[in-house]
């Protein structure tokens, strides 16, 4: 069975920060990877996606940005948090059409 | 631009009750509709998805309605449970393996009272 772990679970970050948000699947090659977004009570809004190790494709502009060093892991990271950046981190995987989301991150930047 | 729309943002209903929760998209492309759902403080995850070669989908206490013409789907929850409050995302997207181009709704949601 296929697994996905995101870390960290929470974190409290200051404005002007770096931040590194990471993700990893177990038990399926070659997955496709995403990274969404959602504010406290929004929509989720889809960041960055990568079929293959070493691509990344962007969706949206947030000042952040996304790798895939290996196969099974999925890093999400700036060098500079802004306020707006907070919010829940969500990494998925797809098999066919549908999504299958991680545990997310709660991002808070103060 | 939102491509899909949901109605209401939120819905209260007794126990026992019914709960329909409505979207509309634009794309005429869109062939695949799930909903997922979400509980407080946890991931989204599928609950029941349609394609357009049927116009009704059931899972238990879940039917999706889909009316092609007017381009609009709906769930509808049957002997709503207050176990079923969650927040509600209907999503669209078009061809096979595509959970890449899922366009999401800004949610719904449904509180379920005893």
């Known amino acids: 069975a296929q697994t996905i772990h995101q870390w960290p679970v929470a974190e409290i970050k200051a404005v002007g920060s770096p931040l590194s948000l990471g993700c990893t699947i177990k038990g399926k090659s070659s997955p496709n990877l995403y990274w969404y977004w959602q504010a406290t009570g929004g929509t989720l809004q889809q960041l960055f996606y990568?079929?293959?190790?070493?691509?990344v494709e962007s969706v949206v502009q947030l000042n952040l940005s996304a790798s895939r060093p290996k196969d099974d892991q999925f890093i999400l990271s700036t060098e500079k948090l802004l306020l707006s950046h907070s919010g829940f981190y969500l990494c998925?995987?797809?098999?066919?059409?549908?999504?299958?989301f991680g545990a997310g991150t709660r991002l808070s930047v103060l | 631009q939102q491509q899909v729309r949901q109605s209401p943002q939120s819905l209260t209903v007794w126990e026992g009750e019914t709960a329909i929760l409505n979207c509309s998209y634009e794309?005429?492309?869109?062939?695949?509709f799930p909903w997922y759902h979400q509980f407080p403080g946890e991931s989204p995850a599928l609950l029941i998805a349609i394609r357009p070669v049927s116009n009704k989908k059931e899972d238990g206490r879940f039917t999706i309605f889909f009316n092609k013409r007017e381009k609009k789907f709906s769930l509808h929850i049957a002997d709503s449970q207050p176990g079923d409050s969650a927040t509600y995302f209907c999503a669209a997207s078009r061809g096979q393996g595509t959970g890449s181009k899922l366009s999401f709704g800004k949610g719904a949601k449904l509180t379920v009272s005893p």
């Open positions: 998925a995987w797809s098999l066919e059409n549908t999504l299958y």
């Open positions: 794309d005429s492309t869109f062939d695949y």
């Open positions: 990568s079929i293959t190790v070493g691509q």
